[in-house]
């Protein structure tokens, strides 16, 4: 008796997958070597008194070695997480209860559009005059920015929920907490995803303007200090250290996005 082979069918996605992975992983290194390359270029013909990428890597050596660099960055760190991390942690629900109750829609709509319209940093001077000059005001506008950029996202998630799902739903017999559980936190999970990138972007680019709050260390700090002194190898050490962070967390929300909408289909 003959035996039936049949092919696994997800095989050959596997290695497509790969595929992909190595080839954008190539392109990202040709990316930086270019922009590397560009960079040392102007740099090497004097433009405005650009510093090259070996001064700013021996800068940011001298910053390493002294400790300053790791002060800085774990004390921009906390305040852009601990910002983010309240401002996403509100915005969800508060995002939900817009999108599944007309009531709360309407109630709370017109003061997010409000504040929407209104910088972040507009804020600053406000802030400092409820709050003080201490580490609250810093985060509350970290806060504020993460906050706004995700409630919309949350809130358009719940909405644009297909109908059809949720008339299938109860027409099966769900109730209405099954319905949000089962059918509308999955499918508005993409959206509330994509809100927490954008607002990880609006927390650290809120970050420098809210160091400026008598802050005595931070990226921002160092920066605002190093253009006194118009130290510009310091102020590129802060730029990319700044960027490599913020990369390396919308990474990891992007692997999270991955693992948690892996029934999406992707190109």
């Not at 002060?71 to 599944?100: E, K, N, Y």
């Not at 003080?132 to 706004?148: Q, R, W």
């Not at 027409?171 to 954008?198: E, N, Q």
């Not at 008598?214 to 190898?233: H, N, T, V």
Request: proline share 5%.
């Amino acid at each position: 008796m003959s035996v039936v082979t049949v092919p696994d069918e997800t095989t050959p996605a596997q290695p497509a997958a790969r595929s992909r992975t190595g080839r954008t992983l190539t392109l990202n290194i040709a990316a930086v070597a270019i922009g590397l390359a560009g960079w040392s270029a102007l740099a090497a013909i004097g433009v405005q008194g650009l510093p090259g990428p070996i001064v700013v890597a021996q800068r940011a050596g001298e910053l390493i070695a002294d400790g300053t660099l790791a002060g800085d960055v774990l004390a921009s760190l906390r305040r852009v997480l601990i910002g983010f991390t309240l401002g996403t942690a509100l915005a969800v629900p508060v995002g939900f209860l817009m999108g599944w109750y007309a009531v709360a829609r309407g109630l709370l709509e017109p003061y997010v559009q409000f504040f929407r319209t209104i910088p972040p940093l507009a804020i600053i001077p406000l802030a400092i005059v409820l709050l003080g000059i201490g580490e609250v005001p810093k985060i509350f506008v970290i806060f504020l920015a993460a906050f706004l950029s995700s409630v919309v996202a949350a809130f358009q998630g719940v909405v644009g929920v297909d109908r059809t799902l949720i008339n299938a739903a109860r027409v099966l017999g769900a109730s209405d907490r099954t319905i949000f559980i089962k059918v509308v936190i999955p499918a508005s999970t993409p959206f509330i995803l994509v809100g927490m990138r954008v607002g990880l972007g609006s927390a650290w680019g809120t970050l420098v303007a809210a160091e400026l709050i008598a802050a005595q260390e931070g990226l921002g700090f160092r920066m605002q200090q190093a253009q006194l002194y118009y130290d510009l190898p310091t102020i590129f050490v802060g730029l990319i250290t700044i960027g490599v962070l913020g990369l390396a967390m919308d990474r990891l929300l992007l692997l999270a996005d991955r693992h948690l909408t892996a029934w999406q289909e992707r190109r």
